[in-house]
């Protein structure tokens, strides 16, 4: 997790992430709130026995979105890691040297090879690591919402170098009553060890609908659907971890939006951590994962 120094919104990344929302408070404001909000979560998943490695971001580099290292980086178990294009300009000096190289020195994650697609940018292809690419990583599909920073083409690749079975499909959310892609999966779909959230109501083609629920039904996740008011609340935005037992994080506002039943069925596979960042979801359009 890359702790900020310097988080604010982004009118980079505004253009397509239709989540951000322009902030009425100083910088300086944006950023205290922030670090609160990350201090607070890092907190609750030591506490519970998650094994989290925290690298401070470089104010020098001018990384407004740095606090989503998911975006820029993947590991994998062959010990192979990716690095992927970035749509905004001012997010692609997020992909540092120096945070691949304390987490291979200083905390032994042994590295076999980097596979670098980040070249890509130089022709407008995007493919935003696992923002774009919802991976299960045991059966070996790889969901993915195709956008702009989405790249198909990019989508086969990777599953190709990697192994992955692509299940590629439009995603879309409303915006002043016109419907428009998805910026990225992780905001419509979280896969577990056993289960899979996901909103159904965002896939208007219903072949494309239908595909996605047979590849989730078929690889034996139980499928709890959230509804588009839900996703807007980033409730598709989780993500299980391991601690002492397994764990499904989320923010305080995906918990809030969820139904009695849901949150039942959810914390019948996993216990819930969720913690407040509302500063961080309305300024970068991202939550929990």
Known sequence: MIEPVAFQYNEQTAINNHYQKKPHLSNIEIQKKALMEFNSLV??????????????????????????????????????????????????????????????????????????????????????GTGSLLLDRENKLCYAAISERTNKELVHKFCSDFNYEPVCFTANQTVKGERHPLYHTNVMLCIGNEFAIVCLDSIDDATEKELVRTKLFNSGKDIIEINEHQKNNFAGNMLQVFGDQPYLVMSSKAHKSLTKEQLIKLSSYNNIIHSNLDTIESCGGGSAR
């Open 43 to 128: 907190n609750k998943l030591k506490d519970k026995g998650v094994n989290v490695i925290t690298i401070k971001d470089n104010d020098e580099l001018k990384t407004p979105d740095s606090i989503f290292p998911n975006n820029w980086i993947s590991f994998h178990e062959d010990k192979r890691i990716a690095l992927y294009p970035m749509f905004a300009k001012n997010r692609r000096y997020e992909r540092r040297s120096d945070i691949i190289e304390t987490i291979r020195d200083k905390h032994h994650f042994y590295v076999s090879k980097i596979v670098d697609y980040s070249a890509h940018e130089d022709n407008g292809q995007f493919l935003e």
